[in-house]
């Protein structure tokens, strides 16, 4: 199935849903701190998001063919779980770190989003994985221009990782969104520059690598939902959604509590004009 293209009025509800996805995580950013359970943070969300937002959390009771319905309304993968954490009754620690994912349904559309979290104070090793983690997904959104290809996303984000000794989880990867949780395109973490499909105007993906301290491997838990590391390693993931402009890239997720690109980055980003923080 060929991606699909958004219309200019389709791309400004897509610009709210985005939006509003940022802004849960500016919201649960204070609440992020030892002795809370993964369970309240959810809580806290699902509140946020249905009382304050008007907005639906996707993920409740989300069910691809094969799984189970998802519980929860966000997703919180601590330590060496790499994503799809359910919420629940762990408490966090000083020294954990914690993925919140957090995806909203605003008038049928789709903002996808999710940051890392340092709770307390985190050894030098959790924030290295954690940094680089980030600066891999912003090296992957400052391929994305017209004419481009997928495979430029990954390119970027495996060469970074790599350099640093850490690896790419390959088993999940990016994907288009808007009117579904889940379109085309795939959008993979690792790769080759120059290859896949190209980047057209009125895209709309996230980009969102996984990036393991240790080996790539992973399993599944019982659960159904959680995704570890196989060597139990630490593991981390950044995410945005981005659309395809006629001139670059815009990145829809950004909100007033974002972290902005780190100043590495920022220097690539000043050799790429495409980039529009909306």
Same mark, same amino acid.
């Given at each position: 199935?060929?991606?699909?293209?958004?219309?200019?009025?389709?791309?400004?509800?897509?610009?709210? +849903?985005? !939006?509003?996805?940022? =802004? @849960?995580?500016?919201?649960?950013?204070?609440?992020?701190?030892?002795? *809370?359970?993964? #369970?309240?943070?959810?809580?806290?969300?699902?509140?946020?998001?249905?009382?304050?937002?008007?907005?639906?959390?996707?993920?409740?009771?989300?069910?691809?063919?094969?799984?189970?319905?998802?519980?929860?309304?966000?997703?919180?993968?601590?330590?060496?779980?790499?994503?799809?954490?359910?919420?629940?009754?762990?408490?966090?620690?000083?020294?954990?770190?914690?993925?919140?994912?957090?995806?909203?349904?605003?008038?049928?559309?789709?903002?996808?989003?999710?940051?890392?979290?340092?709770?307390?104070?985190?050894?030098? +090793?959790? !924030?290295?994985?954690? =940094? @680089?983690?980030?600066?891999?997904?912003?090296?992957?959104?400052?391929? *994305?221009?017209? #004419?481009?290809?997928?495979?430029?996303?990954?390119?970027?984000?495996?060469?970074?990782?790599?350099?640093?000794?850490?690896?790419?989880?390959?088993?999940?990867?990016?994907?288009?969104?808007?009117?579904?949780?889940?379109?085309?395109?795939?959008?993979?973490?690792?790769?080759?520059?120059?290859?896949?499909?190209?980047?057209?105007?009125?895209?709309?993906?996230?980009?969102?690598?996984?990036?393991?301290?240790?080996?790539?491997?992973?399993?599944?838990?019982?659960?159904?939902?959680?995704?570890?590391?196989?060597?139990?390693?630490?593991?981390?993931?950044? =995410?945005?959604?981005?659309?395809?402009?006629?001139?670059?890239?815009?990145?829809?997720?950004?909100?007033?509590?974002?972290?902005?690109?780190?100043?590495?980055?920022?220097?690539?980003?000043?050799?790429?004009?495409?980039?529009?923080?909306?």
């Amino acid at each position: 199935m060929a991606a699909s293209i958004k219309t200019a009025e389709e791309i400004e509800a897509m610009r709210v +849903a985005g !939006r509003l996805a940022g =802004e @849960v995580l500016d919201f649960i950013t204070p609440h992020v701190k030892p002795g *809370v359970t993964t #369970g309240e943070l959810d809580r806290l969300c699902h509140r946020y998001m249905v009382d304050v937002q008007g907005t639906v959390p996707a993920p409740l009771n989300y069910a691809p063919p094969g799984y189970r319905p998802f519980p929860k309304s966000i997703c919180t993968s601590v330590n060496h779980q790499v994503c799809h954490g359910v919420p629940g009754d762990r408490i966090l620690k000083a020294g954990d770190i914690v993925n919140i994912d957090v995806t909203v349904i605003k008038d049928s559309w789709h903002g996808d989003s999710s940051r890392m979290y340092p709770v307390g104070d985190i050894a030098l +090793a959790a !924030r290295r994985l954690c =940094e @680089v983690t980030f600066e891999c997904m912003w090296f992957g959104i400052a391929t *994305v221009r017209p #004419g481009g290809h997928l495979g430029d996303i990954g390119a970027a984000i495996q060469a970074h990782a790599e350099k640093h000794g850490f690896s790419v989880v390959r088993e999940f990867c990016g994907h288009g969104i808007g009117r579904r949780f889940h379109e085309e395109p795939q959008v993979l973490h690792y790769g080759k520059a120059g290859t896949l499909d190209r980047f057209v105007p009125g895209m709309t993906f996230t980009i969102e690598p996984m990036i393991n301290a240790g080996r790539r491997e992973i399993r599944e838990l019982a659960d159904g939902w959680t995704i570890v590391t196989r060597d139990h390693s630490l593991s981390a993931q950044w =995410e945005h959604t981005v659309l395809v402009t006629e001139s670059g890239v815009e990145v829809l997720t950004m909100s007033a509590g974002a972290p902005p690109p780190a100043a590495l980055v920022l220097d690539r980003l000043n050799r790429a004009p495409n980039l529009v923080a909306a």
